[in-house]
């Protein structure tokens, strides 16, 4: 692709270089697995590109003139999205940028977002090998909470690695508000990652099926490459959960740029102990389409950070199944063993109810999960919503016979991620229930989700 692209800029004759951009970009979106229908009505006018992947649909419309495109190009594009289904997103691609004006005139409004991306962004994708999908939806999301559409090369410090990493919306904030980087506590190697992913346990029963791919990891940076080119590809989003666990210490947090920061800089958390095993296991739980992705590495507590043996694991819907995104996902990454789908035997998926509706099972939050304001009020920092909170581990065990309970006996987690099925503010005088317990099992990790509510005052 790279070769393409410069071939392509150096195309003097401006029309043929416009025409050249459109089957560029719909190689590049196809390449990442996009579904490419070029040439598409909208407004009674042609779209260069209407794209699909998931739940993101693009109207693409493609610019490469001399000049920096002006507000009658985002006219035009907001036309033909009054006559597109809902959901429907546009981007301008402007090789030149934009002016300031349009800039200001695409943030003020998220109502039918308009995305835009000049020609350094472009050229980053294409030197990256990949990224567009992760680059697209972390402008949908900043226009949406912050009114800003982010367009251009960042002027950030951040260590390439990290500013190619999502960070988590969602904060980890004690209850007198101080933010920390990870929850800490007493625990277990569990292989168990507390999880805000939402399993849905229809799809397990109705045949689900999993791939397991052993990576040839050597290192943290390896591992932390692994993340970024997954990241790269869209397979992760700034949702995932993470857990690295030790002899009788856990730590957990959100979002993969945190969890690369805790693989390399990893020594505060080691701070004043002295007796620790030789190892830690790190734990990333994300969804994956309709399913939910894994990864699972077995690292050395010293400075040399050797990762031993390291798995992506995928739980999927099942049958049909498109394996075409996983083939190019393997042919990306270095993989160990010969991967292959798997149909799903037993029920991988076990829930259990805390409590009743007459006798709630009540649970003191040890910390709280939040976000400074919402999708509909933009962020402010004076408007802090609770989506979740950080419990002690006190859920019911299996017996030694394995009966229903979720989890396996004389396991401790030492604390979970509780979702709650409700929001409120922060500071807010309310009680918090936990209501059920899902546990997705895997060959080598399970994910748990907990579901919680709150009522008014204290009880």
């Not at 900043?142 to 969602?170: F, M, N, Q």
Request: charged share 25%; with cysteine; proline share 5%.
């Amino acid at each position: 692709m790279s070769q393409k692209f410069e071939v392509l800029k150096a195309n003097p004759n401006a029309a043929s270089r416009g025409l050249g951009l459109e089957l560029f970009l719909a190689e590049l979106f196809g390449r990442e697995h996009f579904r490419v229908e070029p040439d598409f009505v909208a407004h009674g006018r042609q779209i260069d590109l209407f794209v699909v992947r998931g739940d993101l649909h693009l109207l693409v419309e493609a610019k490469w003139t001399k000049k920096r495109s002006q507000h009658e190009v985002i006219d035009e594009m907001r036309a033909r999205l009054e006559t597109a289904p809902p959901g429907v997103v546009g981007l301008v691609v402007s090789m030149s940028g934009f002016s300031a004006t349009v800039i200001e005139r695409v943030g003020r409004s998220a109502k039918r977002p308009i995305l835009l991306m000049d020609g350094h962004e472009v050229e980053k994708v294409v030197t990256l090998g990949g990224g567009i999908h992760s680059l697209i939806q972390g402008k949908l999301d900043r226009l949406r909470r912050e009114r800003i559409a982010a367009v251009g090369p960042s002027s950030s410090s951040t260590p390439v690695w990290l500013g190619e990493l999502p960070e988590a919306g969602l904060k980890l904030v004690d209850p007198d508000g101080r933010e920390h980087a990870w929850w800490e506590s007493e625990g277990d190697f569990s292989q168990v990652v507390s999880s805000l992913i939402t399993p849905d346990p229809i799809w397990a029963r109705e045949g689900g099926i999993r791939l397991d791919m052993v990576l040839g990891v050597r290192d943290a940076a390896d591992l932390i490459e692994l993340l970024r080119k997954l990241a790269q590809l869209g397979w992760i989003s700034a949702e995932g959960a993470w857990r690295i666990e030790q002899s009788g210490i856990v730590w957990s947090g959100l979002g993969p740029a945190e969890f690369g920061r805790q693989l390399t800089d990893w020594e505060p958390r080691y701070e004043g102990r002295r007796r620790l095993h030789h190892s830690e296991l790190a734990l990333y739980v994300d969804e994956s389409d309709d399913g939910m992705l894994r990864i699972s590495a077995d690292l050395s507590a010293t400075s040399a950070r050797m990762v031993r043996w390291c798995e992506l694991s995928f739980m999927l819907p099942g049958i049909p199944l498109d394996t075409t995104p996983f083939q190019a996902l393997a042919a990306e990454l270095s993989v160990m063993n010969t991967p292959s789908f798997q149909l799903l035997g037993d029920d991988p998926v076990r829930r259990a109810r805390l409590g009743g509706p007459d006798r709630p099972m009540h649970a003191r939050p040890l910390a709280y999960l939040v976000r400074n304001g919402s999708l509909l009020d933009g962020v402010d920092e004076s408007v802090r919503w609770v989506e979740g909170i950080v419990v002690a581990d006190s859920f019911f065990r299996a017996s030694e016979e394995g009966v229903s309970e979720v989890l396996p006996p004389r396991v401790d987690l030492g604390h979970a991620f509780v979702q709650l099925r409700q929001h409120h503010h922060f500071g807010d005088d309310v009680t918090h229930d936990l209501l059920w317990t899902t546990l997705v099992e895997g060959a080598y990790a399970s994910a748990l989700h907990v579901m919680g509510d709150w009522q008014e005052g204290s009880q």
